[in-house]
């Protein structure tokens, strides 16, 4: 059963990273420059807005079928987004709209990928044995983080795009085959009422908080003071306290508020937050500044993170070995949190003259970091409620780093467009400055070659300190993670020596295939 598991790790993980290889190619067949971030926008909407659904229906019907469909529904997405814009749908021109359309279709089957595993993981594996196997799940995502740009190179080099799609469907019928034939899941009652009003509430607040962080400053967006941006932190807001009194009164909450009573539980929600606000929001500049200040290549900018992944995989098997062995966890998301930070503080002292030997040392510090936190914290929070809340605590984890990203990739975003402009009118003039803006600050090698030395040396400069900027700003957020561990309680992990006491509800006895 785990090879089913890994398969459908591996699926939610690899789709992003390919697709992100294959944009170009695709932008240019689609004819659909002014929208292709809405390609991105409409995955991680679809994803963001489903997950938290996903678990809760897991709780109520049973994991298995749950899991299941979200599986079926990721493949027909997939294959749907491999035919945008064919001959399959006409050829009418709107092959980018259809695109949009079928990767947030993808993306709601990919929310429930993830957060079933991890639940799937805690329905069969007693806490104190969980963390190996949670430990596995962490180093298959981060070969898959390895492996993305590289397929996704060889794809868009040697084969068409569509197959940065249609790669999933043989991985995902193996997965689905596989899992139908060995998972084995209790079975879980069956009368129920389903919350359709909180689910539709917080629906609307997650797309209106999902669509700010993608719009909001940005391009292809809104500036933060328009109408548009304003409308939508207001229709958030609202959502949020109507939603609040839907969950208090309901009989089966879509999220139940009980479980942020735990102190657990609501601290690793706020530490998953901020891992993913530090973490995500400023690891996406990463590519630019390798790509543009050390000349490195789409492809190879990929296997220069393979330090951060590296080590973030081995340090994730050594957790989860550990963890196993002693029960104890509270000291590694503090000991993560710390290294964390200071992988972000050697970040920000890059600048145009750091090698690709130090911003490798300095991704392997960051990824050790990460390699003590990402799962350790999904751990700890289902330990904190009861069996059945398990795809609550599953599915709020995910939610909430997922959160934490978007709203940090949209705030370091407008620090480093700040001080990107403010650095190019410094050192290259306003006119020289407003040229390069006007292009959004990115420029590809051979660009960079046409320039003047004084301009391109100048942009350089400009371009590496503002990416430093932006580590810098994920340090202030990243001290708080170990501060915000040192209060958490250890308790006792389930299945070992010292659980048999505990007034919770037992783990199924199901074998772990």
């Given at each position: ?27 240019a ?78 993306g ?42 590289l ?59 999902v ?136 970040l920000?002292?890059q ?26 914290s ?15 605590a599953s ?22 467009n700040?001080?990107?402009t403010a ?6 003039g ?49 001290v ?5 561990a040192?209060?958490?309680?250890e ?23």
């Amino acid at each position: 059963m785990l090879p089913g598991l890994v398969l459908a790790i591996m699926l939610a993980m690899l789709d992003n990273m390919i697709v992100g290889t294959a944009m170009p190619r695709i932008v240019a067949e689609l004819n659909g420059l002014e929208y292709f971030t809405w390609v991105t926008t409409a995955y991680v909407l679809g994803t963001t807005v489903s997950t938290p659904i996903w678990g809760k229906l897991g709780d109520l019907y049973g994991r298995k079928n749950i899991f299941l469909g979200s599986i079926v529904l990721f493949l027909i997405g997939s294959a749907l987004c491999g035919m945008a814009g064919s001959a399959m749908f006409g050829g009418t021109g709107d092959g980018m709209t259809e695109l949009i359309a079928f990767r947030a279709l993808q993306g709601l089957g990919a929310g429930g990928l993830m957060v079933n595993v991890m639940a799937i993981i805690g329905d069969l594996v007693p806490p104190r044995e969980r963390g190996q196997y949670q430990g596995i799940m962490a180093a298959m995502m981060s070969l898959a983080m390895i492996a993305g740009p590289l397929v996704g190179g060889f794809i868009t080099d040697h084969l068409n795009w569509r197959w940065a799609f249609y790669v999933n469907l043989p991985l995902g019928g193996v997965a689905l085959v596989w899992l139908i034939a060995k998972l084995h899941l209790p079975k879980k009652r069956t009368e129920h009422r389903i919350d359709w009003l909180g689910a539709g509430v917080l629906t609307v607040g997650i797309t209106a908080l999902v669509l700010i962080t993608s719009w909001g400053g940005q391009a292809h967006g809104y500036a933060w003071g328009s109408w548009q941006i304003i409308l939508l932190a207001v229709l958030a807001v609202v959502s949020l306290a109507v939603f609040l009194p839907i969950e208090k009164r309901a009989a089966e909450p879509i999220m139940p508020l009980h479980v942020f009573r735990n102190r657990n539980f609501s601290l690793t929600s706020l530490i998953g937050f901020l891992l993913g606000f530090a973490m995500f929001g400023a690891i996406s500049f990463m590519p630019l500044f390798q790509q543009t200040v050390q000349g490195a290549s789409a492809t190879n900018s990929g296997l220069l993170l393979l330090p951060m992944m590296g080590a973030m995989m081995v340090v994730s098997l050594f957790v989860g070995r550990a963890i196993t062995k002693t029960g104890k966890y509270k000291i590694y998301p503090v000991i993560g949190g710390a290294i964390m930070a200071v992988g972000m503080w050697l970040l920000s002292l890059q600048d145009v003259n750091t090698t690709t030997f130090q911003t490798g040392v300095f991704i392997a510090v960051l990824g050790l970091g990460m390699g003590f936190l990402m799962q350790t914290s999904m751990l700890i929070a289902q330990n904190s409620v009861e069996q059945r809340d398990l795809g609550v605590a599953s599915s709020a984890s995910t939610f909430f780093r997922s959160i934490g990203g978007s709203f940090g990739i949209s705030l370091f975003g407008a620090i480093f467009n700040n001080h990107l402009t403010a650095s190019l009118t410094e050192k290259i003039g306003p006119q020289a400055a407003a040229a390069v803006t006007a292009s959004g600050g990115q420029m590809n090698t051979a660009a960079l070659d046409q320039l003047p030395p004084q301009i391109k040396g100048g942009f350089l400069e400009s371009l590496a300190g503002s990416i430093s900027s932006v580590f810098g700003w994920a340090v202030l957020f990243a001290v708080l993670v170990p501060i915000l561990a040192l209060f958490i309680k250890e308790i006792p992990l389930r299945g070992g020596p010292t659980s048999a006491s505990e007034d919770r509800e037992p783990v199924p006895a199901v074998a772990f295939e």
